[in-house]
């Protein structure tokens, strides 16, 4: 059974830091892409980074650049988004999802899903 699990959502002041963690499990996802997504009330659901798990290849949303990093610990089959300089727009529940594609930038090419976590940023 596939899972990813998010940790590390929760309440931060503008400004401040965050690292998301996403456990995979369940499958080999050696030739996938692992994204982060997030979607903030009354909004869809966004692409935010996401990293080829063979190559470490990374993409990132342009609202993101230079504040958040996507990583991946192959021993551990874990992802991580380190989010840095927050913004109170950057509140959301942030999902990690995996996908066959490459380059995958679209909700709907990712076939896994975790329950999400909630990232909420104070003014």
């Known amino acids: 059974q596939v899972q990813l699990v998010e940790s590390g959502g929760g309440l931060v002041q503008a400004g401040g830091s965050l690292r998301l963690s996403c456990a995979a499990s369940?499958?080999?996802?050696?030739?996938?892409?692992m994204g982060w997504f997030r979607q903030a009330p009354g909004k869809e659901r966004e692409f935010v980074a996401a990293i080829r798990w063979d190559t470490g290849t990374t993409y990132d949303a342009d609202s993101v650049k230079g504040r958040f990093t996507i990583s991946r610990d192959n021993a551990k089959n874990t992802v991580y988004l380190q989010m840095n300089s927050l913004k109170p727009e950057d509140t959301a529940v942030y999902y990690c999802?995996?996908?066959?594609?490459?380059?995958?930038?679209?909700?709907?090419?990712?076939?896994?899903w975790g329950q999400g976590t909630q990232v909420t940023v104070s003014s």
């Open positions: 999802a995996a996908s066959r594609y490459i380059r995958a930038r679209v909700s709907s090419l990712y076939e896994y």
């Open positions: 369940g499958r080999t996802f050696s030739s996938y892409t």
